[in-house]
């Protein structure tokens, strides 16, 4: 059994008295997809954050290949080969897809601070390689700011890519999609992480995509884990539906 | 050395001027709390107040009434008048902005700033005008042995008065219960059927009465002049900053805070008041960026406006510029002294513009200071001649990294806040760098500047030295150009598209923001050093507010889209400015019904509109 | 009364409802039920313009809502209760309710502070609290107050079971059946068809931005399978 990519290890985190993330544990293991659920309220959000380094936690540790990353910024996670993409995408609306997707190989390959070679050429052959796998590469000139949003998403993917990444972290990767492309992105998706082996942990709302693509399934309630494991099994756990149906149900 | 008597007095007089401070200031952030927009023009309906209660208590039935009830029905209609003035500026125009970028808010109430100098240039004059005396409180009492006017006593007891009827404004009315709630949540306000037009004119013409008030009360104690808008509205700015902007204790508090400052200052450090006063508000920014009562930002960062669009020149415009640089190159040795000064101004002020347009446009930040670095450039060249004798080669080096030194000081401070915050503190270091200028004497001449700063004897011709501005701004232009076109500036682009992608890619914002911004302030350091040469002299009007303004003016007209944009703004301004001055005394009326109308009709800038027309 | 038809939301360029079609009548509560995401909030703030909608219509009483701003909605008779609750955190209970009061409309007795602390005991207790530091069940009560101070003809309630303790549930859908006995008509949404199974009348399934189905509330009670796929996992 190799070492998990991501380990989480007791994460607590409050809101005003409240705990949001209660006492959340688990691992993930290279190549893995793995789907975070919960009713609305859940701390799904809280918990995804505590892992993307966007809110420190109260208590508790996160480990990547088994090297302690608590509480480092977005940044510096990204050094540490995390990708992550957004529930509502973030791209950097001024400027070309392919600038977009060469930013991040810049980034990646710690070339941003040079300041009087212009940066047109730099990494311009491995940007469309990326935008071809996602499908992009024939709107690598546009500007994202005029992108259709399923696009966006692809290219957010593309540059998530950049970094290598051992971890993707996808908040609601198909969320605000058309239905027919939500599968589409997520078939893509679950393509590239197995071709290169790369852990997905992934929150959504569509059914259909995480019982089509998710290895396995986290529940979240009120702040805690209540049911983990494969797809069916949790589908078929009475207190799942219970969080989802309420009692009456 | 004082005693404790003279203390007294003193703290007194502290109070006198923190009850004023307070009026403009409890105006200034009960709008901003409703409206979320910073009047730069608080000041000048303070002026318009002092006008309007100096007129009214010589002129007309206020005046033929005379005594007591004609002093008090002037000062009080002039109020009411000011009030109506505000509710009508927030009908005609900033009601179209409350969903522009901030900076065009602050730019229109800036033009409003422009439009009211000169109006009351022209209705008042250029005198200055000294009121009477308030009846029944002429005389002075004693206390504690000293005299003390009866006028300022008073004056100390309006402060409190007016923050307890404001405080029962707000909480027991309607009007004041609603725009309590506006203050949190406007959306919500207006889902529970509430029309925002009547509060947000309401509010205007409540803050607009508050300042026309604490203007008008001045009369008795101070000349009426046509500079106590600028003098105030810093002020103010500095108190609702402290203070936290949006809060009416917190602007109390920090009315008290720098009225005492100010009082006890003289006497202690007599020549670094103003320093310390802006020093104050600078440690609280760092310390409680949110200021001492605010509530920081509890809501969530609303969305970004719209993107700029990357402009890339279009390729007629960019043969158009080249060909005009050539023109004035070919043509320039024709020319008499005067249009090579004025050229060379112009090459100095493109290059000022250009370098602010970095921080501004890809940095996405703004600054309301930028003169500092300017400024800085040219004390450090001038100063490099006064005590070491260095030539101007030498100054023209050394500036720059003067300059940019100085910008990675202030910018580590700035570039970590945003928005309204930011401006104001690149506002707080720019006046404490004048400040450090004008009351330096020993060091720096204070007001009476640095003579005698000349070009070396090469470049002492006009021809010459206008080549060496255009080479220079030309030079610069071009590394900026070179260095937003880099990896560097595509990330800098980045963060300010977006802070939480950049981040999540291994961007680390802030050190971007201060790189630049220290970039940006060692280029207006070379322009400041090119314009201490051309003149050869330094004067602390060289950091002075006008001068930032200028600067940003030059950029939001031009467009903060393309490098172009701040070139063209650069000459459209001084141009419009040279015109205007000597075609009417009343530039700024006309300057400021122009920008009125850019922000109006052309949000994107003279570049941008020239742009789309080419698109 | 209320007439959706073929409703369209973005959000930026998320498109978050793909033509949702629904209606309420005079005197009867529907229910909107989806999973969180499903767009049940979004339905909401476009029907209030609150997020103006990018295609389709809504019709209250006849008036089409288009080219409205959310305060002439408010005006027409629309009251919303908002997901997050949004209580103005430093203003009083008195106060938050002062904020919601709009003129009596002809033909229906006009709330009042009295009549709604009567209803919502619990508030008439804490007058003078701020709204910020009452508990969530509180918040929920009067969030509700609130709106009907406004003498709302139709409620448009955004998930009020929330978050809520049980015995706090319970107590809210005695006070909701109380309003719905008094005439008033409801637009409730949840995910939790528990609770709304007490009050509505007739359900609509949402999912992804769509319509899925539409039935009595007892049906869609009844019918298991309906429930697993469009609200359990």
């Known amino acids: 059994m190799t070492a998990p990519v991501l380990q989480a290890e007791g994460l607590v985190k409050a809101w005003g008295g409240v705990r949001a993330v209660d006492g959340v544990?688990?691992?993930?293991?290279?190549?893995?997809?793995?789907?975070?659920?919960?009713?609305?309220?859940?701390?799904?959000?809280?918990?995804?954050?505590l892992l993307n380094g966007q809110v420190r936690a109260d208590a508790g540790r996160v480990r990547l290949g088994g090297v302690d990353v608590?509480?480092?910024?977005?940044?510096?996670?990204?050094?540490?080969?995390?990708?992550?993409?957004?529930?509502?995408?973030?791209?950097?609306?001024?400027?070309?897809?392919?600038?977009?997707?060469r930013l991040a190989l810049l980034s990646h390959h710690r070339r941003v601070f040079s300041f009087i070679r212009p940066s047109g050429d730099l990494f311009a052959g491995e940007a469309q390689a990326l935008l071809d796998r996602v499908g992009m590469a024939a709107q690598a000139a546009r500007t994202c700011g005029v992108l259709a949003y399923g696009d966006l998403k692809r290219v957010e993917l593309a540059m998530a890519l950049a970094n290598r990444p051992r971890l993707l972290l996808m908040d609601e990767p198909t969320a605000g999609m058309a239905p027919e492309s939500r599968l589409a992105l997520m078939a893509q998706t679950a393509a590239i992480a197995r071709a290169e082996n790369i852990a997905v942990l992934f929150t959504e709302h569509d059914m259909d995509v995480v019982f089509g693509h998710a290895a396995r399934v986290m529940v979240l309630d009120r702040g805690r884990l209540i049911a983990e494991g494969a797809p069916e099994a949790v589908r078929a756990d009475p207190r799942v539906r219970e969080s989802y149906l309420g009692k009456q149900g | 050395m004082l005693d404790w008597q003279g203390?007294?007095?003193?703290?007194?007089?502290?109070?006198?001027?923190?009850s004023s401070l307070f009026l403009v200031a409890a105006g200034l952030t009960v709008i901003f709390g409703v409206s979320r927009i910073v009047n730069f023009a608080h000041g000048s309906l303070y002026m318009l107040g002092a006008f309007l209660a100096w007129t009214l208590t010589a002129h007309g039935p206020f005046a033929e009434l005379?005594?007591?009830?004609?002093?008090?029905?002037?000062?009080?209609?002039?109020?009411?008048?000011?009030?109506?003035?505000?509710?009508?500026?927030?009908?005609?125009?900033?009601?179209?902005?409350y969903h522009a970028p901030e900076l065009f808010q602050l730019l229109a109430t800036f033009a409003?700033?422009?439009?009211?100098?000169?109006?009351?240039?022209?209705?008042?004059?250029?005198?200055?005008?000294?009121?009477?005396?308030?009846?029944?409180?002429?005389?002075?009492?004693?206390?504690?042995?000293?005299?003390?006017?009866?006028?300022?006593?008073?004056?100390?007891?309006?402060?409190?008065?007016?923050?307890?009827?404001?405080?029962?404004?707000?909480?027991?009315?309607?009007?004041?219960?609603?725009?309590?709630?506006?203050?949190?949540?406007?959306?919500?306000?207006?889902?529970?059927?509430?029309?925002?037009?009547?509060?947000?004119?309401?509010?205007?013409?409540?803050?607009?009465?508050?300042?026309?008030?604490?203007?008008?009360?001045?009369?008795?104690?101070?000349?009426?002049?046509?500079?106590?808008d600028m003098a105030v509205i810093v002020e103010a700015f500095v108190v609702v900053v402290i203070g936290g902007l949006g809060s009416l204790g917190g602007a109390a508090l920090a009315a008290l805070i720098i009225g005492e400052l100010h009082a006890f200052g003289i006497l202690v450090f007599p020549r670094i008041t103003l320093v310390l006063v802006f020093l104050v508000m600078a440690v609280v920014l760092v310390l409680r960026p949110q200021g001492l009562l605010g509530r920081g930002a509890e809501t969530a960062p609303v969305a970004a406006p719209a993107p700029p669009l990357p402009g890339s020149l279009p390729p007629a415009l960019r043969w158009a510029a080249i060909a005009a640089v050539a023109v004035l190159v070919a043509v320039a040795p024709f020319l008499g002294d005067y249009p090579l000064i004025l050229l060379a101004d112009f090459a100095v002020l493109v290059l000022f513009a250009a370098s602010l347009h970095l921080i501004m446009g890809p940095g996405g930040m703004a600054s309301f200071g930028h003169a500092a670095y300017f400024g800085a450039g040219a004390y450090a060249a001038a100063l490099l001649f006064k005590h070491l004798a260095a030539p101007m080669e030498v100054g023209l080096i050394a500036a720059p990294f003067a300059a940019g030194l100085v910008g990675l000081l202030f910018g580590w401070f700035c570039v970590r806040l945003s928005g309204v915050y930011a401006a104001m503190l690149t506002l707080a270091f720019a006046q404490i760098a004048w400040s450090v200028s004008f009351q330096w004497v020993e060091v720096t001449g204070g007001d009476n500047g640095i003579l005698g700063v000349?070009?070396?004897?090469?470049?002492?011709?006009?021809?010459?030295?206008?080549?060496?501005?255009?080479?220079?701004?030309?030079?610069?232009?071009?590394?900026?150009?070179?260095?937003?076109?880099?990896?560097?500036?595509?990330?800098?682009?980045?963060?300010?598209?977006?802070?939480?992608?950049?981040?999540?890619?291994?961007?680390?914002?802030?050190?971007?923001?201060?790189?630049?911004?220290?970039?940006?302030?060692?280029?207006?350091?070379?322009?400041?050093?090119?314009?201490?040469?051309?003149?050869g002299s330094v004067f602390p009007s060289f950091l002075g507010i006008p001068r930032s303004v200028d600067g940003l003016l030059m950029v939001l007209l031009g467009g903060v889209q393309t490098l172009t944009g701040p070139i063209v703004g650069a000459i459209a301004y001084a141009g419009l400015q040279e015109q205007l001055a000597r075609a009417t005394d009343y530039w700024r009326l006309v300057l400021g019904l122009v920008i009125l109308a850019l922000v109006l009709f052309f949000p994107r800038g003279l570049a941008g509109a020239f742009a789309r027309r080419a698109a | 009364?209320?007439?959706?038809?073929?409703?369209?939301?973005?959000?930026?360029?998320?498109?978050?409802?793909?033509?949702?079609?629904?209606?309420?009548?005079?005197?009867?509560?529907?229910?909107?039920?989806?999973?969180?995401?499903?767009?049940?909030?979004?339905?909401?703030?476009?029907?209030?313009?609150?997020?103006?909608?990018?295609?389709?219509?809504?019709?209250?009483?006849?008036?089409?809502?288009?080219?409205?701003?959310?305060?002439?909605?408010?005006?027409?008779?629309?009251?919303?209760?908002?997901?997050?609750?949004?209580?103005?955190?430093?203003?009083?209970v008195a106060e938050n309710l002062e904020v919601g009061r709009r003129p009596p409309r002809p033909g229906q007795a006009p709330w009042t502070a009295e009549r709604l602390y009567?209803?919502?005991?619990?508030?008439?207790?804490m007058k003078k609290r701020p709204g910020g530091r009452m508990s969530g069940g509180e918040q929920q009560m009067l969030a509700i107050a609130r709106t009907l101070m406004g003498n709302p003809r139709l409620l448009l309630l955004d998930e009020p079971s929330e978050g809520l303790a049980p015995v706090v549930v319970d107590r809210l859908a005695e006070a909701l059946l109380g309003l719905k006995s008094e005439g008033l008509a409801i637009l409730l949404s949840e995910q939790n068809p528990g609770f709304a199974a007490s009050i509505a009348d007739h359900a609509w399934l949402l999912e992804t931005g769509h319509i899925r189905h539409h039935g009595p509330m007892a049906a869609v009670m009844a019918d298991a399978g309906l429930r697993a796929r469009y609200l359990s996992v």
């Open chain 1, 25 to 49: 544990s688990f691992a993930l293991a290279p190549g893995e997809m793995l789907a975070l659920i919960g009713p609305n309220g859940a701390g799904k959000s809280t918990l995804f954050n």
């Open chain 2, 112 to 228: 409003l700033v422009l439009i009211v100098q000169d109006v009351a240039l022209l209705l008042w004059g250029p005198d200055d005008k000294f009121g009477p005396r308030a009846p029944l409180l002429r005389g002075a009492t004693v206390i504690f042995g000293a005299r003390f006017p009866l006028y300022e006593l008073f004056l100390i007891a309006v402060g409190p008065v007016v923050l307890g009827l404001l405080w029962l404004l707000l909480h027991r009315s309607r009007f004041g219960i609603l725009l309590r709630a506006a203050t949190h949540d406007r959306e919500m306000v207006a889902a529970l059927g509430v029309d925002q037009k009547l509060l947000f004119t309401g509010v205007f013409a409540l803050g607009a009465g508050l300042a026309g008030l604490g203007g008008a009360l001045q009369i008795p104690r101070e000349a009426v002049t046509l500079h106590m």
């Open chain 3, 1 to 92: 009364m209320l007439a959706v038809d073929d409703l369209q939301a973005h959000y930026g360029r998320a498109h978050i409802l793909h033509g949702v079609s629904l209606g309420v009548a005079a005197g009867e509560v529907a229910c909107l039920l989806g999973r969180n995401g499903a767009g049940k909030s979004t339905t909401m703030k476009a029907i209030m313009r609150l997020l103006p909608p990018t295609g389709g219509s809504v019709r209250f009483e006849g008036q089409d809502l288009a080219g409205l701003a959310p305060h002439d909605v408010a005006r027409l008779g629309l009251g919303y209760v908002p997901e997050e609750r949004r209580i103005f955190p430093e203003l009083t």
């Open chain 2, 454 to 535: 000349w070009p070396s004897d090469w470049a002492r011709g006009r021809l010459v030295f206008f080549y060496l501005s255009l080479a220079l701004s030309a030079a610069g232009v071009v590394v900026l150009r070179r260095i937003i076109h880099a990896p560097f500036g595509l990330a800098l682009r980045a963060q300010r598209d977006s802070p939480l992608r950049a981040e999540a890619i291994g961007l680390d914002g802030f050190f971007l923001r201060w790189i630049a911004f220290a970039v940006s302030a060692a280029l207006a350091g070379l322009a400041g050093a090119l314009f201490a040469y051309g003149k």
């Open chain 3, 118 to 125: 009567a209803l919502f005991p619990s508030l008439g207790a």
């Open chain 1, 70 to 101: 608590t509480g480092l910024p977005p940044r510096k996670l990204w050094r540490r080969g995390v990708g992550r993409t957004f529930q509502i995408t973030a791209t950097f609306a001024s400027l070309s897809v392919a600038e977009n997707v």
């Open chain 2, 66 to 97: 005379g005594g007591f009830l004609g002093f008090w029905g002037a000062i009080l209609s002039a109020a009411l008048i000011v009030a109506a003035l505000g509710a009508l500026v927030e009908m005609t125009v900033l009601r179209r902005l």
């Open chain 2, 7 to 18: 203390l007294v007095v003193q703290g007194l007089n502290g109070l006198a001027s923190a």
